[in-house]
């Protein structure tokens, strides 16, 4: 079975401050990963993906992930964080069955004071 | 593009009650997936749709929980009788079919149904 382990449950942090999120999994085969954010009131949507390819993935409003498969982890970076970034962040994986299924970390509830 | 449509947003019941939470996912989707969000937990998916057939429902606590997606479009979950730990939020997520050797097309969510047992 596939597991998604999210390190930190809140991180609050100040406008300009560089973030990193940890997220490892646990999958012996081929996978895909995922982040998804969902900002206050609204959608869960997805923030960026990997499936194959370069390990360094570029999403959307200046995030990017970095997927190391000897360290089974695909942390979530931003150099320089908003007020605008507060929400919530999910890691997570799916592994290949066919059938898209996702598997979510707890997710990280991210705090950014102005 | 209209996307998720999800309804009630919130319900609160007693335990012991029942509950039907709708869902109408994004027009040519053809997978319909519903999670379970527990507060202060990820979202945990209950149980998939392709068209009108199920392909995964291992996570379904069929005793209480029911699942229907008759015309392969529109869907209704169902919690009969509710219990206090059945408090959640419900997604619906849709998503195309995978194709061309993929396993994964993205997954669209819905607003969600927040249900509190009382």
């Known amino acids: 079975a596939q597991s998604v382990s999210q390190h930190n449950h809140h991180v609050i942090l100040s406008e300009a401050a560089s973030l990193e999120l940890g997220c490892n999994y646990s999958?012996?085969?081929?996978?895909?990963l995922f982040w998804y954010v969902q900002y206050p009131g609204q959608h869960l949507q997805l923030l960026l993906k990997?499936?194959?390819?370069?390990?360094l993935v570029k999403g959307i409003k200046g995030f990017e992930a970095e997927f190391i498969k000897s360290k089974f982890s695909f942390n979530l970076r931003k150099p320089s964080v908003q007020w605008s970034d507060t929400a919530e962040y999910f890691c997570?994986?799916?592994?290949?069955?066919?059938?898209?299924?996702?598997?979510f970390g707890k997710g990280t509830m991210l705090l950014v004071s102005p | 593009e209209a996307g998720v449509a999800q309804s009630p947003r919130y319900k609160i019941i007693e335990k012991r009650q029942s509950v039907a939470f709708w869902c109408n996912p994004i027009?040519?989707?053809?997978?319909l997936y519903w999670y379970q969000q527990i507060l202060g937990q990820g979202p945990k998916l209950l149980i998939q749709?392709?068209?009108?057939?199920?392909?995964?429902d291992s996570q379904l606590p069929k005793d209480r929980f029911s699942a229907e997606r008759l015309k392969g479009v529109d869907s209704t979950l169902k919690i009969q009788p509710a219990k206090l730990e059945d408090s959640a939020v419900y997604l619906c997520?849709?998503?195309?079919?995978?194709?061309?050797?993929?396993?994964?097309?993205?997954?669209?969510f819905g607003p969600g149904t927040r249900l509190t047992v009382l």
């Open positions: 997520a849709s998503s195309l079919v995978p194709s061309g050797g993929s396993s994964y097309n993205e997954q669209f």
């Open positions: 997570a994986v799916n592994g290949g069955s066919g059938y898209s299924t996702l598997t």
């Open positions: 749709f392709q068209n009108n057939g199920v392909v995964d």
């Open positions: 027009s040519g989707h053809a997978t």
């Open positions: 999958y012996g085969g081929t996978v895909n």
């Open positions: 990997y499936f194959s390819g370069d390990p």
